[in-house]
Every structure is written in C-alpha cells, then in structure tokens.
C-alpha cells in the first residue's frame, strides 16, 4: 500500500474518539474515552507482539536485545501516535519504562522511518492492522 493510500484510509474519524475529531468534538464521556485508550495500548502491544513473532512478557521485560528494542518502540510509537494516553502511561503498560525512554522510542521510530523502506514498510503494515481492528 502507498503512503497516499495509506494517509486516505485513517482520516480523524478513524480513530473513534481516541483523538479529537474535526469538528473537535469527542464521541464518548471521558472514562470511556480513557478506557478506550488503554484497551488500544494493549492492543497495539499485542499486534505488534503478534507482528514481530515475541511473546509479551519479552516484550514488556528490562532486555535490551535489539530484536526486542525495536518492537518495543514501535509499539511506543504506535501507541503514543493512535491514543490520548500519555507518555507515563504508555510507559508502565511497556513494562515500567520512564516517560523519558517511550519519547526516545518514539523519536527512534520517526528517524527510521524517515531512512529506512523496510521498517517504514513495517511500521506501515502495524498500523494498517490496527486502524483494520479498530474500524471494524
């Protein structure tokens, strides 16, 4: 899928409330919202565990192996890119990680996919499954 096709497909109402829509009004109360959010964080983890063939508690776990790294921030990423949740939250949900580490991953994720096709084409893929899951 082209980037084009690609930014086509997850217009604001896609998002189903998790960010503001258009017209800047939300679609659900603020608890359900913030549940909502939380669930998608999860959710993500679990796509991007699926995606990257690792088990969760790899994934949310101290090591540093590259194979598990970057999984980690693109889950990062994701979460932080597709929620409201903030950067704390997305943190703990990784496994206790500081504020500090999901901005770096995220900041990782966006120069990689800045330079790199294949994990531009991942990251890509991810996200396409999870706007699928949510849209549904």
Not at 12 to 32: C, D, H, L, W
Not at 34 to 44: E, F, L, N, Q, T
Not at 95 to 107: A, E, I, N, Y
């Amino acid at each position: 899928m082209s980037e084009a096709d690609f930014v086509a497909r997850i217009s604001p109402y896609a998002f189903a409330g998790i960010r503001e829509k258009q017209s800047g009004e939300v679609s659900r109360s603020a608890n359900t919202e913030k549940d909502s959010a939380h669930g998608y964080v999860s959710r993500i983890i679990r796509m991007v565990c699926a995606y990257f063939d690792i088990p969760k508690d790899k994934m949310i776990s101290k090591t540093r192996e590259r194979s598990i790294c970057w999984p980690r921030q693109v889950a990062a990423y994701l979460a932080y890119k597709h929620t409201n949740v903030s950067l704390k939250e997305i943190g703990i949900k990784l496994g206790g990680k500081d504020h500090t580490t999901v901005m770096h991953s995220r900041q990782a994720v966006k120069d990689m996919l800045e330079t790199d096709e294949k994990l531009r084409s991942q990251v890509l893929e991810i996200e396409g499954l999870f706007i699928d899951s949510i849209t549904e």
